[in-house]
Antibody, heavy 118, light 110 residues
Framework: EVQLVESGGGLVQPGGSLRLSCAASGFTFSRYAMNWVRQAPGKGPEWVSEISGNGVKTYYADSVKGRFIISRDNSKNTLYLHMNSLRAEDTAIFYC???????????WGQGTLVTVSS | QSVLTQPPSASGTPGQRVTISCSGSSSNIGSNTVNWYRHLPGTAPKLLFNSNNQRPSGVPDRFSGSKSGTSASLAISGLQSEDEADYYCAAWDDSLSGQVFGTGTKVTVL
């Protein structure tokens, strides 16, 4: 059974940093691209970032480019999102999502809430 | 601001067929697979079917998708009360080098 479990969310002040983790199990982690998707209160989902299975290729939404870094440790089956220079508009539930090989996100975690506020 | 446009709402009575449109451009829908997600408050979005139109377990065959040019559609036939949810289209955008989601459509069963 595929499982994705996010952690690391919390309350952080504007300008602060946070690192999210996503522990994966139930599939061959290194074979699949992984993504972070966020959903702000009352809004639709917004794609944040993608990393290829081997970690070589990364992609970012313009809204987070230069502030967020996606990475993965295939030996630990874990996906990360390093978030810097956080803003109030980054407040959202962050989900990690597995790519099905054709840019479809077939499995999602339960999400972790990030709140940016003073 | 999303680059994929959906109607904000759609509705129907039980048993009816409801169709949701998703309008994009040549850099996203026009050249890449469109995926559809169902979202219920407090839960993660759920993929309705993959690029081969195969449905993950638990997704009934009442849901179907189609694409023509730079637009796509999701059809729900035999509408049921449990189909009430928000539906989003999504596609990779070659110009943005990123995934884009639609504006979302709230389906109501009357």
């Amino acid at each position: 059974e595929v499982q994705l479990v996010e952690s690391g969310g919390g309350l952080v002040q504007p300008g602060g940093s946070l690192r999210l983790s996503c522990a994966a199990s139930g599939f061959t982690f290194s074979r699949y691209a992984m993504n972070w998707v966020r959903q702000a209160p009352g809004k639709g989902p917004e794609w944040v970032s993608e990393i290829s299975g081997n970690g070589v290729k990364t992609y970012y939404a313009d809204s987070v480019k230069g502030r967020f870094i996606i990475s993965r440790d295939n030996s630990k089956n874990t996906l990360y999102l390093h978030m810097n220079s956080l803003r109030a508009e980054d407040t959202a539930i962050f989900y990690c999502a597995k790519d099905d090989g054709s840019y479809g996100f077939d499995f999602w975690g339960q999400g972790t809430l990030v709140t940016v506020s003073s | 601001q999303s680059v994929l446009t959906q109607p904000p709402s759609a509705s129907g009575t039980p048993g009816q067929r409801v169709t949701i449109s998703c309008s994009g451009s040549s850099s996203n829908i026009g050249s890449n697979t469109v995926n559809w997600y169902r979202h219920l408050p407090g839960t993660a979005p759920k993929l309705l079917f993959n690029s081969n139109n195969q449905r993950p377990s638990g997704v009934p065959d009442r849901f179907s998708g189609s694409k023509s040019g730079t637009s796509a559609s999701l059809a729900i036939s035999g509408l049921q009360s449990e189909d009430e949810a928000d539906y989003y289209c999504a596609a990779w955008d070659d110009s943005l080098s990123g995934q884009v989601f639609g504006t979302g459509t709230k389906v109501t069963v009357l």
